[in-house]
């Protein structure tokens, strides 16, 4: 039975962590899921997974001087922090939480602001201790730009390729090994993706929790809805004639990868 969980809220509240030590990239690079050496670049999205390929969290690595920030949804950032402290042993990190505010929009970008890495049309991010932000209805344009969200679309049971991670450059196939890199590349090479996001709009309302169903079986959950489009996790092998109690399917995006 595909269930969703609401016991979390969607996580529009972020914590700032702070990474320095002269081993804070090495040390990152063996744990995340995503090349830190991209930091050079500019902003690094990615993901901490279990050694099982699970999801723990996601985040953001802002390059900041010769420190790291990590943009997290702040319930997260304690269990983050403390995953971290176990990895850590004996390199020369030290983690610590900030008061670093993020602000996010989509007009003429501020001093010292990023693109958000996983797409263009997400628009900025800027850190400081002011509040920049924009009026964006965020949650229509994540099911526009299928962007799954922790609380909603992202929970403990999800694996990131169902997600749509690489989509989302959120992944780096080439960087070498990770805490869950097995998993995460036999799933990319070896397997056909079964399950994961997808984008449905409907012939009417839905709503956040509702059951999908195929010819009478279980196919998937509604999440982040926005009008009549949602985000969905989905049984792709019943993705025809998929539906709740009250509304049809029009069309069915898959969003996984």
């Not at 602000?103 to 201790?129: E, F, K, N, T």
Request: proline letters at 4%; aromatic letters at 8%.
């Amino acid at each position: 039975m595909f269930t969703a969980d609401k016991t979390v809220a969607p996580m529009s509240k972020r914590t700032i962590l702070r990474i320095s030590g002269s081993d804070a990239r090495k040390f990152l690079q063996n744990l995340v899921s995503n090349d830190v050496k991209k930091l050079d670049q500019g902003a690094v999205y990615a993901a901490l997974l279990t050694p099982q390929g699970k999801y723990l969290s996601d985040f953001f690595l802002v390059p900041h001087g010769d420190n790291i920030l990590i943009d997290v949804a702040a319930p997260l950032a304690e269990g983050l922090m403390k995953r971290l402290s176990m990895y850590k042993l004996r390199a020369d990190v030290a983690i610590e939480t900030t008061d670093v505010q993020m602000s996010r929009g989509r007009g003429p970008m501020p001093a010292g602001a990023i693109v958000d890495p996983r797409h263009p049309d997400l628009g900025w991010r800027v850190y400081g201790d002011t509040d920049l932000g924009d009026d964006t209805d965020w949650d229509a344009l994540r099911v526009e730009l299928g962007v799954p969200e922790y609380g909603m679309e992202l929970s403990e049971d999800s694996y990131i390729l169902e997600m749509g991670f690489a989509r989302l450059n959120g992944v780096d196939f080439r960087k070498g090994c990770y805490v869950g890199q097995e998993v995460t590349a036999r799933m990319k090479h070896k397997t056909e993706l079964r399950k994961g996001l997808a984008r449905i709009t409907f012939d009417g309302p839905v709503h956040s929790g509702d059951v999908l169903s195929s010819n009478g079986k279980d196919a998937g959950v509604v999440h982040t809805v926005s009008d009549t489009r949602a985000l969905c996790y989905l049984r792709f092998d019943r993705a025809e004639g998929v539906r709740t109690e009250t509304a049809e399917a029009v069309t069915v995006d898959p969003l996984a990868g």
